[in-house]
């Protein structure tokens, strides 16, 4: 069993900044890639950035240069730094984890959190 749990969604005017960070927890596991998404109003959700267990990361291009995706592995836990905020980076972010338990190993979502972008 393992839950992933988002935060510091908010309302930000465009040129401005936020922090979002995820933590897992649960039961013995092991995580491998994490990442990040996000589901715009009306659109599908769509790719934004995921960082290895080594700590290479890779970006979507509509956000390269503005956002940083970072892990702390101790705490189980991935963040997205967004700077130079635009309208169009406006939606609900989801955190994603590739966990492994055992000889399991799946994809996990979290909840998701708010991300309003307007002046």
């Known amino acids: 069993q393992v839950q992933l749990v988002e935060s510091g969604g908010g309302l930000v005017q465009p040129g401005g900044s936020l922090r979002l960070s995820c933590a897992a927890s649960?039961?013995?596991?092991?995580?491998?890639?994490m990442g990040w998404y996000r589901q715009p109003p009306g659109k599908q959700r769509e790719f934004v950035a995921t960082?290895?267990?080594?700590?290479?990361?890779n970006y979507a291009d509509s956000v390269k240069g503005r956002f940083t995706i970072s892990r702390e592995n101790a705490k189980n836990a991935v963040y997205l730094q967004m700077n130079s905020l635009k309208l169009e980076d406006a939606g609900v972010y989801y955190c994603?984890?590739?966990?492994?338990?055992?000889?399991?190993?799946?994809?996990?979502w979290g909840q998701g959190t708010q991300v309003t972008v307007s002046s």
């Open positions: 960082i290895t267990g080594g700590g290479i990361a």
């Open positions: 649960g039961s013995s596991f092991s995580i491998f890639g």
């Open positions: 994603n984890a590739d966990v492994g338990w055992g000889r399991e190993r799946s994809a996990y």
